[in-house]
């Protein structure tokens, strides 16, 4: 079973600039996370889809980042315009979406942003 | 809010050691509680995981008991091996019935095995 996709793998852009990660989850997945992992800490919480929907982004900074999931499948988180306290490692996580179960997340390589 | 406190690294260990890696939590209700292990250059994997309390989960020679009284789930092993090291991450998620499958994550401990 191929595991959650992710690219680039590594990114490095300037502040100010603009920057796509794109994730594909596995396959059957309706449940999609991306978290924001800054050198030294825990992964965060960015964005939660079920399906093509958002169940929680109360920690996405809305002024800067996006997320879509236009088809319930991929996934894009754009950051526009980059700041310096962007760069990160932003992982892409997938899990079933069972009711009254528990729901393992599946979590991707990751992309290592460096904002310059 | 919920929370995970663990020690900080890293941890450094000689082969065959014993290995403990302390974690606490604070939460409401009674969450199901994790190890994750993300080797370099890797994305994060479940190493084991406790859904109530006096459970043990285990994995790989790994073991971490889910202690409601003391509120903690320490990750031990009885002999590390080079290939163990790694950044752990103690974790935990919200209780099934509420359906809340949030993970809230500690800062994670490196660990290095030397041979």
């Known amino acids: 079973e191929a595991g959650v996709a992710q690219s680039p793998r590594y990114k490095i852009i300037e502040k100010r600039q603009s920057v796509a990660f794109w994730c594909n989850p596995i396959s059957g997945h309706a449940t999609l996370y991306w978290y924001q992992q800054i050198l030294g800490q825990g992964p965060k919480l960015l964005i939660q889809f079920q399906n093509n929907g958002v169940v929680d982004d109360s920690q996405l900074p809305k002024d800067r980042f996006s997320a879509e999931r236009l088809k319930g499948v991929d996934s894009t988180l754009k950051i526009q315009p980059a700041k310096l306290e962007d760069s990160a490692v932003y992982l892409c996580?997938?899990?079933?979406?069972?009711?009254?179960?528990?729901?393992?997340?599946?979590f991707g390589p990751g992309t290592r942003l460096t904002v310059l | 809010g919920d929370s995970v406190t663990q020690m900080e690294g890293p941890v450094t260990l000689s082969e065959e050691a014993f290995l403990t890696i302390n974690c606490t939590y604070t939460?409401?209700?009674?969450?199901?509680l994790f190890w994750y292990v993300q080797y370099p250059g890797e994305g994060l994997q479940l190493l084991l995981k406790?859904?109530?309390?006096?459970d043990k989960g285990s994995n790989k020679g790994f073991e971490a008991t889910y202690r409601k009284e003391t509120t903690s789930f320490h990750l031990e092993k009885g002999s590390v091996q080079v290939s163990d090291s790694a950044v752990y991450f103690c974790a935990l998620s919200g209780p099934l019935m509420n359906r809340d499958d949030k993970i809230i994550f500690g800062k994670g401990t490196r660990l290095h095995i030397l041979p």
């Open positions: 939460a409401t209700g009674y969450p199901s």
């Open positions: 406790a859904t109530k309390a006096d």
């Open positions: 996580a997938s899990s079933l979406a069972l009711s009254g179960s528990y729901n393992e997340q599946f």
